[in-house]
């Protein structure tokens, strides 16, 4: 049998198959081999009649040309794959964009807040103490802030501007140590030098003295509200609870320290207390612990700092964690996770530690420092980068206050000045804050 013959022979099945694989439409994954898509008989000609063809090139006929030609166009000869794939999918009806849409940016990049560098308004503030140990400003939820003036007490309305004098204490009494605002508004404890604590009401018109607490033997400076429990911090070492409901005021004590108390702040469910001292320690307790059959211990004891601890803020939106900062020998922020006693993170600021306060309504903390720049600084958290260094005070600011609805700062320093800041941004401008999560279990164990 010639050439021709077994090329007519096996044409139609030949033409059959590419027609086969010509009409089929299987959609498959054009990055895998199709083995019905592949031409075996045009594989196997390249790898042994290709060759032939290459060895008798000598060889020149009009017949071996003829049929070399009419073979070429059967075979498809002008291809260069020997496996074939399926076509390329076709185009994706959304044409993804190498760039974002500027409705994607304004999803993605949030505008940055401005931060005023100058406060708002600057008060007198004189005869105010230069001691990093006490507590002398606050403000209550009736938007009035407390100032403790020497032997004096002032009250500033923030809503009309009005200044009036509570009270004012003999020297054998004074100086002031401390004053903190009841979570209503109205009543206002203030701590004297001689180890008492003043109860007052503060109603516009007939304030008057309601009573006078007693258990400390020294000085107290540290205060703190847990409903209608206040917790006093002295130089004797001691913390008391103090309920202002009965006459038998102290209905807790906690012994731990052996140094004055410096700072305390309870936490939002009420049911931990942190207490720092000029040991340099800085304790968690429980509501449980404070009793007056027996001295219980402390949840954790910190001893990481290096110089007396006053500054302390729990985080508003996660309650199982506070802040603490040190002083002028310790310079640090830290943050511990009060369920574990573990410091999450240390941050060297440079300076004194004075007081600290987080941003309610974004994630951020507000420090207040002394020498050498007695400025404020904005920190966004948790990366704890700078976001804003806030300048003014011309001596170590003290004290700060926020505003009952978490926007405006109060700060006090030693120069003798009362300033006002818009730090936290605007009412307006804020997006509302999400209700923060509770610890658990936080209604189990109260106090009578």
Known sequence: ??????????????????????????????????????????????????????????????????????????????????????????PSAERVSGSPSPMQQSKTVKKRRYIPQSPERTLDAPDILDDFYLNLLDWGSSNVIAIALGNSVYLWGASDGSTTELLKVDDDFGPVTGVSWSPDGRHLAVALNNSHVQLWDTLQGSSRLLRTLRGHRLRVGSLDWNGHILTTGGMDSMIINNDVRVRSHVVGTYRGHNQEICGLKWSASGQ?????????????????????????????????????????????????????????????????????????????TGSQVCSLLWNRHERELLSSHGFTDNQLTVWKYP?????????GHTSRVLHMAQSPDGYTVATAAADETLRLWNVFGNPEETKPVSKRKLEPFFDLAQIR
């Open 1 to 90: 049998m010639d050439a021709g013959s077994r090329y007519n022979k096996f044409r139609p099945l030949l033409v059959n198959q590419m027609s086969q694989k010509k009409n089929s439409r299987e959609n498959l994954d054009r990055f895998i081999p199709n083995r019905s898509a592949m031409d075996f008989d045009y594989a196997h000609y390249m790898l042994s009649g290709g060759k032939v063809k290459k060895e008798h090139v000598g060889v020149n006929s009009s017949s071996k040309e003829a049929y070399s030609k009419q073979l070429a166009e059967i075979f498809n000869m002008n291809r260069t794959r020997i496996l074939a794939f399926k076509n390329k999918p076709p």
């Open 272 to 348: 931990q207390l942190a207490s720092g001292g000029n040991d340099n320690l800085v304790h968690i307790w429980s509501i449980s612990m404070g009793s007056t059959n027996a001295t219980h211990q402390w949840i954790h004891r910190m001893t990481d700092h290096t110089a007396a601890v006053k500054a302390l803020s729990w985080c508003p939106f996660q309650s199982n964690m506070v802040a603490s900062g040190g002083g002028v020998g310790d310079q640090c922020i830290k943050f511990w996770n009060t369920n574990t006693g573990a410091c999450l993170n240390s941050v060297n």
């Open 383 to 391: 990366s704890m980068t700078k976001t804003s260094e806030l300048f």
